[in-house]
């Protein structure tokens, strides 16, 4: 069967060389920018995709005669392609869990850290003549919930003891010994609000505008999982009246986010560009399982 990596990146291409092993099945790899309207003639004669957060819609998708399985570089392919559809035309969609936990739960505390002290906005300041010391919010004390406690979720739980906040947390199961509240306490309680649950239909637009009207004003709210998961209209008017204090964003409806997008104009918003991931431990990982999935796909093949 043959492969290809459709969307390999500079950042990417020499931790991809790293992780190569002695037996693994040829993968070819691309480098140069495409349309989707092009993966149909890129794709040709592949059978599997490894896909770095390329979209690849339905309708694109079944123009790849050959195309069998897509790999997933991560947990969020609902974010790029539309699964359940691709699975019914015979394309089976892999992703990769758990790979980077520790890193996405350390930019989680970093853009907590970043909103309360208004880190990013002082620094454009600074850079442009302005000297605008701004007050900010002392963590020790506050309540920090999490909502969704998988790998994530765990690790910001334990970073954010760490750093002297009282944690609270929401899961769609119950964990015994984790600290569980209902939804609504945890939003009219929570000082700052760290979101990590994963995207399917049942929680696109988790957080609605009933969800955020209830949360505490001033709050702080931080989103390393997925942007669908909040409503981005009813997000944009509250940080807008003040009712959200900062939103700390890795992640977004649509992306790269346009320059011109209401966010990206904000203050009162810290952006990353969807790299909670991305350290070179969890890309080795991540880029080695990908590798070891189509090993198996290659393995099980008739052919």
């Not at 209401?262 to 880029?287: C, K, Q, W, Y």
Request: proline share 5%; aromatic share 4%.
């Amino acid at each position: 069967m043959k492969s290809l990596f459709i969307d390999c990146n500079d950042q990417l291409a020499p931790v991809w060389q790293q992780v190569l092993r002695d037996g693994d099945p040829a993968i070819d790899v691309n480098r140069k920018p495409f349309t989707a309207a092009e993966l149909p003639q890129l794709l040709n004669g592949y059978d599997i995709c490894i896909d770095d957060h390329s979209y690849l819609p339905t309708q694109i998708a079944e123009r790849c005669e050959r195309l069998k399985h897509v790999v997933f570089l991560g947990t969020g392919a609902s974010s790029y392609m539309n699964v359940e559809e691709l699975a019914a035309r015979g394309i089976a969609v892999h992703t990769i869990k758990g790979y980077g936990d520790t890193a996405v739960a350390e930019h989680t505390a970093a853009l907590m850290l970043a909103c309360c002290r208004d880190v990013a906005r002082m620094d454009r300041e600074v850079r442009t003549g302005s000297w605008s010391p701004r007050e900010g919010v002392q963590l020790a004390g506050k309540t920090l919930g999490i909502i969704g406690l998988g790998g994530i979720g765990r690790e910001v739980l334990r970073i954010g003891r760490g750093l002297g906040l009282e944690v609270i947390a929401w899961n769609r199961t119950h964990l015994p010994g984790a600290p569980l509240v209902p939804l609504e306490k945890l939003l009219a309680q929570a000082d700052i609000i760290s979101l990590h649950l994963a995207l399917t239909e049942a929680t696109r637009g988790f957080l609605g505008p009933a969800q955020i009207a209830r949360m505490k004003p001033g709050v702080i709210l931080v989103n390393t999982a997925r942007g669908a998961l909040i409503d981005e209209t009813a997000l944009i008017e509250r940080l807008r009246s003040g009712h959200i204090r900062h939103a700390g964003l890795d992640v977004f409806h649509t992306e790269p986010l346009r320059p011109d997008h209401p966010l990206a104009g904000m203050d009162n918003v810290t952006i990353t560009a969807h790299a909670g991931f991305r350290t070179l431990e969890a890309s080795m990982t991540l880029l080695r399982r990908a590798i070891d999935i189509v090993c198996r796909i290659a393995a099980d093949s008739p052919n």
